[in-house]
């Protein structure tokens, strides 16, 4: 089996591996990439891992409830029911589905009064970050370009990924694939910088790691199977490992302001305790009296809620074995209303697979009954308990097998024909 670039798919085993190790046992893993490679020669092959292929087969009984949850047509996301027993007669449309759709974040001008100031703000050159490398003789491409305030901007969050040394911090750009070093980094640290509209290149170039999300590449599409677990995303497409795929939109509000019951469904996308977010404000090429609202705005944590006003992001379910990590990616400015929440793909996803990411080890207490991952690792399903002991090293070797599998089926009945 050769892959187009072994050296990157084996990083992202390793750290799938790495996470996966960590949220079961909560245990150390360092070194785990030698220990691997130390292992691999005696690792045995687990057997069965056939099993959680967990490609998504329609039922027969397939019904349609909207042919475009977007209302945009650049957008078209159908829904589809695919739970057992369920007819036209009895369809029955849950709460979760009846949201207004936004691809956008949206800020309530009464409640979060200084963020909607902070936008406003924002419109002004002074207050906007923004580049002019498309004008400029010789012509640099903004991620080439030293000069490039959008690139500058990229590099400083790049550095306040690196926590431990020899760990490579992550790239965001348009046309590399972002891949992830360790998960001790949280979430939250995996940072990066776009060009935007506002910019000269108007966001066509490489310093834009949401060109493939604002073009709208990857057709998804929504299914239900199960009234617990509800509604999910799959992609009936090929996304490579490292892309970004999907934004996560909602309502952006302050912790004063989040109802309790949107909690499980937000995601917090700033710390009031992040002094070296303070340090970038204070450094950033943005007028004084702007800053000094950021920075002011910067003493509180605020969430992204898209329980009222959100978009497929909120459908994706939870994996104990995720194929999604979440990053932010600021444009125009620093403010909690200028990120946007992405989801990158972690490894190869092939068409019918379900989309997911990690909710944490906390996640299997709120569930009625077990996890619905299935994923050979899972923490919370009798299925999985025979892979429940594995080392990182086999979980690496064993999720480095799947893989294989699914990219043999991938050539065979996809690539293959259309070959022919
Ligand atoms: C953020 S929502 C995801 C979208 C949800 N499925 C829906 O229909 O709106 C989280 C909820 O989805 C369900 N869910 C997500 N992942 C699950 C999993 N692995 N196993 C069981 N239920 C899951 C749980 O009901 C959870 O509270």
Request: proline share 5%; net charge neutral.
């Amino acid at each position: 089996m050769k892959y187009t670039n072994q050296e990157d798919h084996a990083r992202c085993f390793a750290l799938l591996a790495q996470h996966t190790y960590l949220s079961r046992f909560e245990d150390d893993t360092k070194g785990v990439r030698s220990l691997i490679n130390e292992k691999k020669k005696t690792v045995k092959p687990q057997k069965g891992l056939e099993r959680f292929l967990n490609f998504y087969v329609p039922s027969k009984s397939r019904i349609l409830i909207t042919r475009n949850i977007t209302f945009n047509m650049d957008d078209a996301i159908p829904v589809f029911t695919d739970i057992a027993g369920e007819t036209l007669e009895n369809l029955t449309i849950p709460k979760t589905l009846t949201f207004n759709y936004t691809d956008v974040n949206i800020i309530n001008q009464v409640t979060e009064r200084e963020l909607a100031r902070a936008v406003s703000m924002s419109q002004e050159k002074q207050n906007t970050i923004r580049c002019e490398c498309s004008s400029s003789d010789p012509f640099v491409p903004c991620y080439e370009n030293k000069q490039c305030s959008c690139y500058k901007m990229n590099v400083q969050m790049r550095c306040l990924q690196v926590e431990k040394e020899g760990y490579e911090p992550t790239e965001f750009a348009t046309f590399k694939p972002s891949y992830f070093s360790h998960v001790r980094n949280k979430f939250y640290n995996y940072i990066g910088f776009a060009c935007s509209d506002s910019c000269s290149c108007a966001g066509k170039c490489t310093n834009n790691s949401m060109m493939f999300i604002d073009n709208k590449t990857f057709p998804l599409e929504v299914i239900r199977t199960d009234k617990d677990y509800g509604f999910n995303v799959v992609s009936p497409v090929l996304i490579p490992a490292g892309t970004p795929v999907i934004e996560f939109v909602g309502e952006v509000v302050s912790e004063v302001n989040l109802n309790a019951e949107n909690v499980d469904y937000s995601y917090k996308v700033s710390y009031s305790d992040d002094e070296k977010w303070r340090l970038l404000i204070a450094d950033a090429p943005l007028s004084d009296d702007y800053k000094q609202v950021i920075y002011d705005l910067s003493y509180h944590n605020f969430y992204i809620d898209p329980k009222k006003h959100g978009n497929i992001g909120r459908m994706i379910g939870h994996a104990c074995i995720p194929n999604l990590e979440v990053v932010r990616i600021f444009r125009k400015s620093l403010s909690p209303a200028h990120v946007s929440l992405v989801f990158v793909a972690l490894e190869d996803i092939f068409p019918g697979t379900i989309l997911s990411f990690d909710y944490g080890p906390a996640f299997a207490k709120t569930l009625k009954s077990y996890c619905q991952c299935g994923t050979f690792a899972c923490r919370n399903n009798q299925k999985s308990d025979e892979y429940s002991k594995l080392s990182c090293a086999d979980i690496a070797l064993a999720i480095k097998d799947i893989h294989e599998i699914k990219h043999e089926m991938f050539e065979d009945r996809v690539m293959r024909p259309i070959r022919k």
